[in-house]
């Protein structure tokens, strides 16, 4: 619990028990899970972010193994105090050490919580991160929104962040199956003042998945919510399908002056 603030007044938590509570007595009780509810304004965090039924089939795409190497590459970077950030079910913290992750959704920081028992989980909102200010040595990012600000205000003065982003090609097949025109992601990195971009790295892999994994695949990505009822049935038609999967990894670095 030692990087952890009280998201009300900003100090101190500590765990005692099965509650996290801070000297000026705010208090959040530990569900039977292991993990603590830190956002405010709602009591559960269930309708905030995947819905359950959501969290639950990436969960179980991701327990294939089909992104394994992208957790191999981060998982041989970590060092020092780790935090995952929007950190879903927690896949990638493959981690012995101090290890913490949060996501807005109650469910995937559940899923977390039980599935990585050396770390410890929390819902929290990415605007207002509770972590204390430079207590960061490795923090992770994958596929969420990037907020500098908070990103730098955590990280130690030597600490690093590797922000994960789709490659041009990642997907670029199911992509082609369901649109006339499908384009390639652009790669381009958010633009930083507060972090200093140190190194760019691009990983690949190729992916060979039946329909029920190309359907639940497609169902976790952006263009789902936007794909019309008729691009999506053309899905049905399609047995097996390679994919592939490729990821720019963004390491970041306190920005001079920053530190």
Known sequence: MSVLICPVCREELNKAENTCRCKNGHSFDL??????????????????????????????????????????????????????????????????????????????????????????????NLANIPVKSQSVDTAIHLFAPFNEKEFARILKADGVLYSVIPGENHLLELKSAVYDKPYKNDEKPPEVHLLELADVSKISSVMQMNNSELKTLFSMTPYFYRTSAENKQRLDGIERLNVTAEFVILKYKKGKGNS
């Open 31 to 124: 569900a039977r899970e292991g993990y603590v509810n830190l956002l405010l304004g709602s009591k559960s965090g269930d309708k905030r972010g995947d819905s359950k039924e959501s969290a639950r089939a990436r969960h179980a795409f991701l327990a294939k193994g089909y992104y394994g190497f992208l957790k191999e590459y981060l998982c041989s970077r970590m060092q020092g105090t780790v935090l995952d950030i929007c950190c879903g079910d927690g896949y990638y913290d493959d981690y012995d050490g101090e290890l913490y992750g949060f996501d807005i959704s109650k469910e995937m920081v559940r899923l977390a919580s039980k599935s990585n028992k050396g770390g410890f989980y929390f819902a929290a």
